[in-house]
């Protein structure tokens, strides 16, 4: 009788009791952002490490790229040239000089990309070896992926960086990371022709894109949102302007 009494009692009483107790418990603010930023920390760990496995070139998957390299470079050279030639003329001006404009904006953007993963992967692999980072590998890998990046690829990197500075040497890694994302900025700058300032509305789309990307497709989407918007943003300006070659009506 007295354990069914107690039963109800709780049964009662226990909603009550549930809410007095966490209303008096104060979570530590700085023990939840510690938390937090390792389990983003380990989960962008694992995807590099996942990315790395699959991409590596193997020896038979470099036979099947070089296969299907091949077979790509055979063919599309006839299946473009025919269906080019049954567009009706108008059409025709319109998707060679467009197709001409969209290859050399692509190639520009490929070659740029390519030279600066060259120079920042390997500073900043450097510097993170140098700063004494336990993930040095990874984080050179994150560089990797962020050189795609236009116009601020380096400064996300370094940002993404962040989230592996040991707590007991924040500010002295912190420092370190800025001086070598400084200087690699330099080296950036000396070597490459950085051409027309971006306007302020396109810095702003590709910034946008990058929560957009996290939110819809993980580590995937954050570190292509901003070179495919990029790219798109290209294409679509070029298209925009081939439509004159159209002769409407």
């Known amino acids: 009788m007295a354990a069914a009494l107690l039963g ?4 009662l009483v226990n909603d009550a009791v549930y809410q007095l107790v966490a209303l008096n418990i104060n979570s530590n603010p700085y023990g939840e952002y510690f938390v937090s930023r390792f389990e983003f920390r380990l989960r962008l760990s694992l995807f590099i490490l996942k990315l790395i496995s699959r991409v590596w070139l193997t020896d038979s998957r470099m036979v099947i790229v070089y296969i299907l390299f091949i077979a790509n470079a055979m063919t599309f050279p006839t299946v473009l040239k025919s269906l080019s030639l049954r ?3 108008k059409w025709f001006e319109f998707f060679v000089h467009t197709t001409g404009e969209i290859i050399s904006v692509v190639r520009s953007y490929l070659a740029a990309s390519f030279a600066h993963f060259i120079v920042n992967t390997f500073l900043w692999c450097l510097a993170a070896f140098l700063l004494r980072f336990d993930n040095f590998v990874i984080l050179t890998a994150i560089m990797a992926l962020c050189s795609f990046t236009p ?5 996300f990197g370094a940002a993404m960086a962040v989230v592996y500075v040991e707590s007991g040497l924040f500010m002295l890694q912190l420092g370190g990371i800025f001086i070598a994302a400084a200087s690699i900025w330099f080296v950036d700058h000396t070597l490459f022709s950085t051409g027309d300032p971006p306007g302020r509305w396109r810095l702003i789309v590709l910034l946008a894109s990058l929560p957009v990307g996290y939110a819809l497709f993980s580590f995937p989407g954050l570190f292509a949102a901003a070179p495919f918007t990029h790219l798109a943003l290209l294409l679509s300006d070029k298209i925009y302007t081939g439509t004159s070659l159209i002769h409407w009506g």
Do not use: E, I, N, R
Request: glycine share 8%; no cysteine.
């Open 87 to 89: 567009l009706p003329h």
């Open 151 to 155: 116009y601020f690829g380096l400064f």
């Open 8 to 11: 109800v009692a709780w049964m």
